[in-house]
């Protein structure tokens, strides 16, 4: 049986390199401690003047103290719906070193309550987390008037 070699070209494969840079000083970092601080810093850095026209779906990435480390606008949808991929959820929270994360999305209707969709989504989220050890701690819906909280209302 003769071998022949293979060229090196063969064996070229494409490589990852992750790198992380956070711009914020750690004593700078906005802490949340409760679901109407989250609120607020959503309301101060989303997109108000497509708040009540569509769907957007966004991640708050935080470390062992509550302080937010990045912010991730995952999706950006329709009048009813957004796509959220807990693999792009969890990739980009690994990549942060987050220790936990907080779920948001608004509903341009102004109606706060939940679709069925939404628990679903926030259960699986939550799965995803607790075999990575991230944790999920809120699931925020908002409009441009207030905000619902699947912590507060014992749905997480």
């Known amino acids: 049986m003769k071998r022949?070699?293979?060229?090196?070209?063969?064996?070229?494969?494409?490589?990852?390199?992750?790198?992380?840079?956070?711009k914020?000083?750690?004593?700078?970092?906005?802490?949340?401690?409760?679901?109407?601080?989250?609120?607020?810093?959503?309301?101060?850095?989303?997109e108000l003047d497509t708040l009540d026209l569509q769907e957007?779906?966004?991640?708050l990435m935080l470390n062992r103290l509550n302080q937010v480390l990045a912010l991730y606008r995952l999706s950006?949808?329709?009048?009813?719906?957004?796509?959220?991929?807990?693999?792009?959820?969890?990739?980009?929270?690994?990549?942060?070193?987050?220790?936990s994360i907080?779920?948001?999305?608004?509903y341009p209707s102004g109606t706060l309550r939940p679709s069925r969709a939404d628990e679903e989504l926030t259960y699986k989220m939550k799965?995803?987390?607790?075999?990575?050890?991230?944790?999920?701690?809120?699931?925020?819906i908002l409009s441009s008037e207030h905000y619902f909280s699947f912590a507060d209302e014992g749905l997480l």
């Open 4 to 22: 022949t070699m293979t060229p090196a070209s063969a064996f070229v494969v494409s490589e990852v390199k992750l790198s992380y840079v956070n």
């Open 24 to 46: 914020v000083k750690a004593a700078e970092r906005k802490q949340i401690m409760s679901s109407f601080d989250t609120y607020q810093l959503l309301l101060h850095t989303w």
């Open 56 to 59: 957007h779906f966004c991640v």
């Open 76 to 99: 950006t949808g329709g009048l009813t719906g957004t796509v959220a991929d807990p693999r792009l959820v969890f990739s980009t929270a690994l990549k942060v070193c987050a220790c």
């Open 102 to 106: 907080i779920l948001a999305h608004n």
């Open 127 to 140: 799965e995803a987390g607790r075999m990575l050890d991230i944790k999920v701690l809120d699931h925020i």
